[in-house]
């Protein structure tokens, strides 16, 4: 079936089976390859974007009108009809690294990178819902979020670097 | 993993929703967040002729107070529950069952309606609204009918809604103030329970102690007869059979109703 969306602000048009998962239309239709496909389980978050929409469920407003953090691997092309949803391509300006992004560079916030895509949209889906998190908070709003190299402990810091760098209160062009 | 294949229809209202339901078979099944049926159709465990999408409606989604009861709209995320004011003041244990469900990603897309409907004795939320004595608004081509969630829950992942029914919303008393505990033991971020416990008041209702759930009702009445938090947490395990996997056995979970229970119990305020 027809479904009509908004991927990093371009409108596209395609036709979908109806059981395509977000993440197989992003990945193979779309060519949008930041969202990773791990446990397949709706557990580790690697393929975790941003979705918004009249179903949101967040409470943030989103940075650059992002939208709040889903499981990709757990909700279907068609269900994301109508809506506009956010990879870690889209959150860039050309060479300008959004701050979650850089965040992440500057802590070194990863090792092999896997999770990171997914790690970095929670991210940013966390601090539009709570720009100033403590470490605590940073720890539970990532749980739904799997690293198995890092330990987490640059993840949490580049969370909050970027938290101090005003990435959850800025508003993207 | 991919689903087997199925017929997808969004549904344009709650009375479209029933047509469908009507005319596309007993094969069909409602989606909502699809946080429940979606992994079970990837994995096959189940195989629906056609999903029938009601996550869009905006008459199933929001909060209101109707009365001396909160009516929360059957397709209204967890996210949306866990973090609204009046859900927060007038019935906290809810907000906060709904803030314990899965991660912050699946708070985002999961629905109070669709965990009920799902009906996992283990869940957080089916626990908790059987502990605020909360009910669900069922509807079908013959109008609305009100179930009381002590009859809800029928069996292991089995409710009362009829073939052509649906869960419109959900209703919990209004209580500010109301004291509330809330245990779940998981031995993993994000697991479902091994055993939950859930006390408002006087009422004790347990998770993953049979096949739905349950309430602590010698441990009520002892309560209600004048007995401690601990004398009456003894009795909490009494008449249950709860099933046995690898996190724990029979005599295992018994115990853990009966700490979590007291535990519950004592986090009243």
Same mark, same amino acid.
């Given at each position: 079936?027809?479904?009509?969306?908004?991927?990093?602000?371009?409108? &596209?048009?395609?036709?979908?089976?109806? &059981?395509?998962?977000?993440?197989?239309?992003?990945?193979?239709?779309? =060519?949008? &390859?930041?969202?990773?496909?791990?446990?397949?389980?709706?557990?580790?978050?690697?393929?975790?974007?941003?979705?918004?929409?009249?179903?949101?469920?967040?409470?943030?407003?989103?940075? =650059? =009108?992002?939208?709040?953090?889903?499981?990709?691997?757990?909700?279907?092309?068609?269900?994301?009809?109508?809506?506009?949803?956010?990879?870690?391509?889209?959150?860039?300006?050309?060479?300008?690294?959004?701050?979650?992004?850089?965040?992440?560079?500057?802590?070194?916030?990863?090792?092999?990178?896997?999770?990171?895509?997914?790690?970095?949209?929670?991210?940013?889906?966390?601090?539009?819902?709570?720009?100033?998190?403590?470490?605590?908070?940073? &720890?539970?709003?990532?749980?739904?979020?799997?690293?198995?190299?890092?330990?987490?402990?640059?993840?949490?810091?580049?969370?909050?670097?970027?938290?101090?760098?005003?990435?959850?209160?800025?508003?993207?062009? | 993993?991919?689903?087997?294949?199925?017929?997808?229809?969004?549904?344009?209202?709650?009375?479209?929703?029933?047509?469908?339901?009507?005319?596309?078979?007993?094969?069909?099944?409602?989606?909502?967040?699809?946080?429940?049926?979606?992994?079970?159709?990837?994995?096959?465990?189940?195989?629906?002729?056609?999903?029938?999408?009601?996550?869009?409606?905006?008459?199933?989604?929001?909060?209101?107070?109707?009365? @001396?009861?909160?009516?929360?709209?059957?397709?209204?995320?967890?996210?949306?529950?866990?973090?609204?004011?009046?859900?927060? #003041?007038?019935?906290?244990?809810?907000?906060?069952?709904?803030?314990?469900?899965?991660?912050?990603?699946?708070?985002?897309?999961?629905?109070?309606?669709?965990?009920?409907?799902?009906?996992?004795?283990?869940?957080?939320?089916?626990?908790?609204?059987?502990?605020?004595?909360? #009910?669900? @608004?069922?509807? #079908?081509?013959?109008?609305?009918?009100?179930?009381?969630?002590?009859?809800?829950?029928?069996?292991?992942?089995?409710?009362?809604?009829?073939?052509?029914?649906?869960?419109?919303?959900?209703?919990?008393?209004?209580?500010?103030?109301?004291?509330?505990?809330?245990?779940?033991?998981?031995?993993?971020?994000?697991?479902?329970?091994?055993?939950?416990?859930?006390?408002?008041?006087?009422?004790?209702?347990?998770?993953?102690?049979?096949?739905?759930?349950?309430?602590?009702?010698?441990?009520?009445?002892?309560?209600?007869?004048?007995? #401690?938090?601990?004398?009456?947490?003894?009795?909490?395990?009494?008449?249950?059979?709860?099933?046995?996997?690898?996190?724990?056995?029979?005599?295992?979970?018994?115990?853990?109703?009966?700490?979590?229970?007291?535990?519950?119990?004592?986090?009243?305020?």
């Amino acid at each position: 079936m027809r479904v009509e969306l908004t991927v990093n602000g371009q409108r &596209r048009s395609d036709d979908v089976e109806p &059981r395509l998962l977000l993440v197989h239309y992003l990945r193979e239709v779309c =060519g949008l &390859r930041a969202a990773n496909v791990g446990c397949d389980t709706t557990s580790c978050g690697a393929c975790t974007v941003l979705m918004k929409g009249a179903d949101e469920g967040g409470t943030g407003k989103g940075v =650059g =009108g992002g939208g709040t953090s889903v499981k990709s691997c757990t909700v279907l092309a068609v269900q994301a009809n109508g809506q506009e949803v956010t990879t870690a391509e889209g959150l860039a300006a050309g060479d300008d690294l959004h701050p979650v992004q850089a965040a992440f560079r500057q802590e070194h916030g990863l090792q092999c990178g896997f999770c990171t895509p997914g790690m970095v949209m929670a991210t940013v889906g966390l601090l539009s819902e709570n720009p100033h998190p403590t470490e605590a908070e940073v &720890r539970e709003g990532l749980e739904g979020n799997f690293c198995r190299c890092t330990g987490y402990h640059n993840i949490v810091r580049a969370v909050l670097a970027a938290a101090e760098a005003g990435a959850g209160t800025e508003v993207d062009a | 993993m991919i689903p087997a294949p199925f017929e997808y229809v969004a549904a344009q209202s709650t009375a479209h929703a029933l047509d469908l339901l009507d005319s596309l078979g007993d094969e069909a099944k409602l989606l909502a967040g699809g946080h429940s049926l979606l992994p079970m159709m990837k994995l096959r465990l189940a195989a629906p002729s056609a999903l029938i999408d009601i996550g869009q409606l905006a008459e199933l989604r929001g909060i209101r107070a109707d009365g @001396d009861e909160l009516v929360i709209g059957a397709a209204t995320p967890h996210a949306v529950v866990a973090s609204s004011e009046l859900v927060r #003041s007038d019935a906290p244990l809810l907000a906060h069952s709904a803030a314990q469900v899965g991660d912050p990603q699946i708070r985002h897309r999961g629905t109070i309606g669709g965990s009920l409907a799902h009906a996992d004795p283990a869940a957080d939320l089916p626990m908790a609204v059987l502990a605020l004595g909360g #009910s669900v @608004d069922l509807l #079908s081509r013959n109008g609305t009918r009100n179930v009381v969630a002590d009859d809800f829950f029928t069996g292991f992942f089995e409710t009362s809604l009829d073939e052509g029914e649906l869960i419109v919303a959900v209703r919990v008393p209004r209580r500010p103030g109301q004291g509330w505990g809330y245990e779940k033991f998981v031995r993993r971020a994000n697991d479902w329970a091994i055993v939950g416990a859930a006390a408002v008041d006087g009422r004790i209702a347990l998770a993953n102690m049979g096949p739905v759930p349950l309430r602590a009702r010698a441990a009520e009445q002892a309560l209600a007869e004048g007995a #401690s938090p601990a004398e009456a947490a003894e009795l909490a395990a009494q008449d249950t059979e709860p099933s046995e996997d690898v996190h724990a056995d029979r005599d295992y979970r018994r115990h853990l109703a009966r700490v979590l229970t007291r535990r519950a119990l004592e986090q009243r305020g």
